[in-house]
Structure formats: C-alpha cells, structure tokens
C-alpha cells in the first residue's frame, strides 16, 4: 500500500519555501505521493476552513515537480465543475508529460456554494457537470497525438452513494475523505455492493485521512481516522491496508492555522509513520 501527504497549499504562512521544503520533507520520508486541495475563489465559506493565499494546483505541482523527483504528484481533490473540461485534460496531460508520468488526479464535486457563484457554475447541476467534464476529460486524451497524457488515475471523492456511483462508473478509484474507521469498512463494503449491480470492476480504495497526534488515546466514538496517538495512527494505517486499499493520503491540517506556520510537529508523526511503513515492507 502507498502512503501519501496532503501538502496544505493554503493559509497565511504558506509561500514557495514552505512548499518546497514540505516536498522535500515528503519525499525524504520516503512517502510515495505528494497531494494538493484546490480552490480558485477564496469566497467567505471557502475562508472560514482555507483562508488566502491558495496556491492553485496545477500550477503548484508544477513547480514541485521540478523540485522532486520521485514521489507521485496529485490533486486532493480538484473540483471538476470549475473549469473547462478541454482545458483540465490539456493541464493534466501536460503536468503528467512533464512530471514524468507522476501525476495523480483526484476529482470531486465541490461544496462551496459562493465560490460556484463566483465563477458563474450553477452549484445544482454541479454533480452532472462532474460527470460530464470527467467523461470530457477521457474523450479528450484518446486523442494521444495531441494530449500524450499518458495513464493519468483519476481518484474520484466523495463520500456518499453519489460519489461511490461516480467512482464506480467514471474512476480508477474511490477516494473517501477524513472518515471515521469503522464506516471506512463498512463503505468498502457498499462499493463492491454498487460495483455488482453496475456489473463494473471495483475501483481501488484509497482514502484520505486526518493525521493529528495526540498525547493520550482518544476514546470518542466519532474519532477520525488518524487521529490519536502515535500507536492508534499506525493502527489505523494498518486496518486501512488490511482492507486492500493502494494508497492512503494523510492529512495533517485540522483546522489550527499555527500548523501551517510550523509545520515541524506534524513532520515527526509523519517521520515515525514512515519508519513504521518501512517495517512493514520489510517483512
């Protein structure tokens, strides 16, 4: 199983150095991918989690591709409404060709309201403009003279029946976010379900979950994945490769803005993480 870092490319304190030596420190670990968020629109709902500056994605992988040289680049999630299908399939193509055929696109619907408005999207048909930018997108990279993509994944999130249906049907992959351990089983279940009765492959699993540390166990039965201490993240890991899942994406932002100006401490859980993964490919 994979291991990958959701990288915050957002808030006051982030800026070129701190996104470089987050690469750095990623790929130095060992870890096998490198994920960005996506937003184009710092509107007041987007604010209240994501504050400004937003570096946006494409480009930031861009420039991190040039500062790396292994670790897999991808995208936690691009929201597929908000640009041109054509113009999203020529970036990805593009960004893959220049990565060395590193990229990972992850995809999902978009929940920000007045950022939809912003752009001039219509927030209702934003799950029909997914899917219909997504099969867009697919259309366009048969066309290998002009786009070369390459075999790009596409990581389809969401954590509703919707966005198993979606993965099922348009995806390589399904792509829960910051779930809780027990229904992360229980949703891996329910998609081969959807997957049978769509008389489709089952799409690999490959969650996105929190990593905060945590000097004593937390007990709460609504605990997040990756949220504990040391010993209950890596057990967490563990059950999550257990389930048969490719890759898992950890994600060290809780909300706490001062992580984003020192972001050391959450570089030693992601140290121990890695020593523990090494371990276990060991074995």
Known sequence: MQIGVNVPNFAPGTDPDVLRRWAQTVEGLGFDLLMVSDHIVVTPDVAEQYPAPFYE???????????????????????????????MARMAANLNRLSGGRLVLGVGV??????????????QRRGALTDDHLRAMRDAWQ?????????????VGGNSEAGMRRAVLLGDAWHPLRVAPGRLAEAAGRLKIIADEL???VPALVPRIALQETREPVTAADR??????IDQIIADIDQIRLLGAEAVVLDPFNGDLTEIRQPERAWRTLAAVAAHHRSQEGR
Do not use: C, K
């Open 143 to 155: 066309n290998t003279d002009d786009y070369d993509a390459g075999a790009i994944p596409i990581w």
């Open 110 to 123: 978009g929940w920000a309201r007045q950022e939809f408005e912003a752009l001039g999207v219509p927030f």
């Open 199 to 201: 008389d489709r492959p």
């Open 224 to 229: 997040l994945a990756g949220v504990g201490t």
């Open 57 to 87: 994605p494409f480009t930031t992988l861009s420039w991190l591709a040039g500062v790396t040289s292994r670790v897999r680049l991808g995208t936690t999630v691009l929201i597929v409404p908000y640009r041109h299908p054509l113009l």
